[in-house]
């Protein structure tokens, strides 16, 4: 190995990771608030970023360590379809700007910090609200698992042996976050943002000249996939569907989950996601030219162990030391936003959803606080068990089936804000046959995105989480209407009334 | 004007279905017709949702 220059990426690394380290802390007095003793201060940062904190924090979230990891890797190893994140983090906008002001005005209107706390106040039901809570809670778990699998292949590329820097990193950032709240990855998202885009533009800028162009990068990839006999640089017509649906499905998802809604009630006002909505694709289109790094691993004839290293290979093989350290260190710190996030985001649903609902309901602001922050902890160390003593592959497969839950809330919560037809036993029955039924279909086929729907004569391979989708819809129309419709009770909520 | 907000529609049209783009020439400075239709939609979605944009109040 090339232990002095490894000495300078390494110092590198331990620099900016020493600065968010006290950045995070130092979050607790950023904007500071008359106190952090309270849910919406301490997880939702007082509810009061603006734009440009908004746009780093949503993008620092959404486009998480993992996904810089992972969609080069699925480019890398199989063309064309590991590209549907590109049309899915496009239309996913369109989709944010229509649903997500309104989303935002029912919740600082009547004071609620979760997804789960707007489905009660709308349906005023016990159990659609437990639904939705325990969903996002079971989806987001291995979704921060994963982002220790992107910090891991920062760590290990920088040649750090073993578990302990892993766990170190880890536990740094569960005192921060219990400290400063969502204020500490607002704050930290800057830098890691900052830094991302740094290593990408130099990425795509340097690394396909010293490979021969684009042209020659595509060329190489569309040699490798022809002599691999699998994947191509185009779609085969059989894999339309496929890619069409799971850009669908996965825009559809991507802002039921607990961490992104977390960023779009911390905004200020509806405005403020609107405008987030016009501004936040320039990730986007940083992200499609990151997924061309797959290819430039094809053009530089990399030998990989396994698909994730493809980035960290291509740095380390085609940038000098120091900047290879920093490119690592910016994947690492991108893990630690979204773990923050996805913690804080889980922990209010537990808080709002379940303890507040059946453990305590005379808890006081205060009291919800210090339930959210410990809470927070326990939920990042059991994603660190998770990967340290379960195998990765069980993470990924609990990812895949997250995105399927997460989306089966996506009538409960966003219907009620366009139309009031709907009742909480349709909306509960349609919830349930979409999580069983598309977990049934997605196990039986060894826990593929992809399932196979034969309408007639011809099959269409689609993504299971949007077939479990239009299930879930149905049984929720056909419901309603054979369930004789009692008038919903819309009034303000007293329980949620500050 | 509020039937800029219809224009939201588009980005879905354009990029669901995939016959439109699956192709490989022409190409643009070296990328296949996919990709470079692709991430030419995000500058374009960008623009249709600031037109959306401006047809809403800026006071909520």
Redo the contacts between chains.
């Keep these: 190995m090339r232990t002095e220059g490894n000495h300078a990426a390494l110092a590198v690394f331990l620099f900016f990771f020493a600065l968010v380290t006290v950045m995070g802390f130092v979050a607790a007095r950023w904007r500071r608030p008359e106190t952090l003793a309270r849910l919406d201060e301490w997880g939702l940062g007082g509810r009061q970023f603006g734009t440009w904190i908004t746009w780093f924090l949503i993008g620092g979230d959404f486009y998480t360590a993992y996904t810089v990891i992972a969609v080069p890797a699925l480019v890398y190893s199989v063309g ?1 379809y590991g ?1 549907f994140a ?2 899915y983090t ?2 996913v ?2 989709f944010v ?2 649903v997500m ?1 309104k989303l935002w ?1 029912v919740a600082k209107d009547r004071g609620f910090v979760t997804a789960a706390d707007v489905v009660h106040g709308t349906y005023r039901s016990r159990p659609l609200e437990l639904a939705v809570a325990v969903t996002g809670v079971v989806a987001t778990m291995p979704y921060i698992a994963l982002q220790l699998i992107g910090m891991a292949a920062a760590i290990k590329a920088l040649g750090l042996a073993g578990e302990l820097p892993l766990i170190a990193a880890f536990v740094i950032l569960a005192l921060y976050t219990y400290s400063s709240g969502l204020r500490a990855p607002a704050l930290i998202a800057f830098v890691k943002d900052a830094m991302i885009y740094v290593v990408v533009i130099a990425a795509v800028a340097l690394i396909p000249g010293k490979l021969g ?6 060329r190489a990839a569309d040699e490798a996939f022809r002599v691999k006999g699998s994947g191509g ?3 085969a017509p059989d894999q ?1 569907v496929a ?2 649906t799971l ?2 499905g996965s825009a559809l998802a991507a802002f039921m989950y607990p961490h992104t809604l977390t960023g779009v009630f911390a905004s200020r ?3 403020t996601i ?2 987030n ?3 936040l ?2 990730y ?2 940083m992200l ?2 990151l997924a ?1 790094l797959g290819y430039m691993g094809h053009a530089a004839h990399l030998r990989l162990s396994s698909n994730n290293d493809v980035v960290p290979a291509l740095f380390q093989a085609l940038f000098p030391n120091w900047f290879a350290g920093f490119a690592f260190a910016a994947i690492a710190i991108g893990a630690l936003v979204p773990a923050a996030v996805m913690s804080i985001g889980a922990a209010n649903l537990f808080t709002r959803n379940f303890w507040k609902a059946y453990v305590n309901p005379q808890i006081d602001e205060a009291g919800e606080a210090a339930v959210a922050k410990i809470t927070s902890l326990v939920v990042k160390v059991g994603a660190l068990l998770v990967i340290l003593y379960l195998p990765t592959q069980f993470a990924l497969d609990l990812q895949l089936l997250g995105g399927l839950w997460i989306l089966q809330t996506l009538p409960a919560l966003i219907f009620g804000l366009f139309t009031r037809w709907f009742t909480a036993p349709a909306l509960f029955a349609g919830w349930a046959v979409g999580l069983i039924g598309g977990t049934w279909l997605a196990w039986a086929d060894g826990l593929k995105p992809l399932h196979g729907l034969t309408l007639g004569e011809t099959t269409v391979t689609a993504y299971v989480g949007l077939i479990a989708l239009g299930a879930n819809v149905l049984v929720a129309v056909f419901v309603n209407l054979l369930v004789p419709a009692r008038r919903m009770v819309t009034g303000p909520d007293a329980s949620y009334q500050r | 004007m509020k039937w800029h ?1 219809w224009l ?2 588009l ?2 049209i354009g ?5 439109f783009y ?3 020439e022409p ?1 643009l ?4 017709f ?2 470079w239709y ?2 030419a ?3 374009v ?2 623009f ?3 037109l ?2 401006r047809t ?1 109040s ?3």
């Design positions: 064309a590209f590109l049309p496009i239309i906008y369109p700007f229509a002001p005005k162009g684009y042209a020659e990068v595509f640089i185009l779609l339309y890619y069409a850009a669908l006002s509806g405005n609107r405008k909505a016009v501004l694709p320039a986007t289109l499609g030219l061309l | 907000r939201l529609l980005p879905f990029l669901l279905w995939v016959p699956n192709f490989r190409s400075f070296g990328f296949p996919f990709y692709q991430l939609w995000v500058p979605t960008a249709l949702t600031w959306a944009y809403y800026h006071e909520d």
